[in-house]
């Protein structure tokens, strides 16, 4: 009888061990790839290097000064349809407390 709870035992601690080690073997094999695809790499790069410009100039990379009229003329075309006001600043909301009365019964 105790070699058969042994089998058992062991039968059940093997299942369980081995569907422990699928899950993070499974899990953990995207972690440990250190081999770089090429490609990912300069599409990475590239993108590294324009978010640097971006930073420099402080406006989108590689834009010239027709980018800066077109967007100029943008702007002031949305301030003539809404009534002027900055439009790169984030609006203010003022909220007014309500009025509540009490009733009685």
Request: net charge positive; hydrophobic share 35%; proline share 6%.
């Amino acid at each position: 009888m105790l070699p058969q709870r042994l089998l058992r035992l062991s039968t059940a601690l093997r299942f369980a061990i081995s569907t422990h080690l699928q899950r993070n073997i499974g899990s953990t094999a995207v972690l440990f790839n250190t081999t770089v695809d090429p490609i990912k790499k300069l599409y990475v790069d590239k993108i590294r290097e324009f978010d640097s410009k971006s930073k420099k100039a402080g406006a989108p990379a590689d834009a010239g000064p027709e980018y800066q009229k077109m967007m100029n003329d943008e702007i002031a075309k949305l301030q003539r349809l809404y009534g002027g006001g900055d439009l790169l600043a984030f609006p203010e909301f003022t909220f007014q407390e309500p009025k509540l009365e009490e009733t009685g019964k």
